[in-house]
């Protein structure tokens, strides 16, 4: 029983730093990068921060995978990737994977060809597309937090 206490500890701990980088980088960071003067190195700034998270969001989302998967383990709860009611064990694993592919596979690319992904016809276009990207994605993950606690606690079933 202890060990599965603290998976769940080290799981809601690795989520609230990752989860709360993205929160920070799409609400605090981007914003201000796009309403600032300093535009002319808005990129330069925007990719020296978010680089450095990354490399702790990598950190966290092997953690909360290893827990994550530790804890279903445990649980003895596969089943539930069967069942409906369980659909935010889907969700959790989706984020995941969306975030494990972002940071392990794509991210080396889009962080080479960022600058040209951004611009439109030869201007930047004020991050607006890396603003849009983000809060999708904050969106998902944080509706996310929301029904696994409530499917934790058996508000669905
Ligand atoms: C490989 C991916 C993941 C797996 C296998 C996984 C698995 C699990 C399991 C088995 C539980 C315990 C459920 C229970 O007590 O009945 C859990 C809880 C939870 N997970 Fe995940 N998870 C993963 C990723 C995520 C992600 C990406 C998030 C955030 C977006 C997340 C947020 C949570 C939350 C908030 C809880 C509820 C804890 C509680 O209230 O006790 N998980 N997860």
């Given at each position: 029983m202890n060990d599965l206490t603290l998976a769940r500890a080290v799981h809601i701990l690795s989520v609230v730093i990752w989860m709360g980088g993205v929160t920070f980088v799409t609400l605090v960071l981007i914003p201000t990068l796009r309403r600032s003067s300093f535009r002319i190195d808005q990129l330069t700034i925007f990719h020296a921060i978010e680089n450095r998270f990354a490399s702790i969001a990598r950190v966290m989302v092997l953690l909360a995978g290893i827990s994550g998967f530790y804890m279903t383990y445990k649980l003895d709860a596969?089943?539930?990737?069967?069942?409906?009611?369980?659909?935010w064990m889907h969700a959790m694993v989706f984020v995941w994977c969306l975030f494990f592919l972002a940071l392990f596979a794509i991210e080396p690319f889009i962080l080479k060809n960022h600058g040209r992904i951004v611009k439109d016809r030869h201007n930047i276009t004020n991050l607006k597309k890396t603003y849009i990207v983000h809060s999708v994605i904050l969106v998902l993950s944080l509706s996310t937090i929301l029904v696994s606690v409530l499917g934790a606690h058996g508000f669905f079933y």
């Open positions: 596969w089943g539930r990737f069967t069942q409906i009611q369980f659909f």
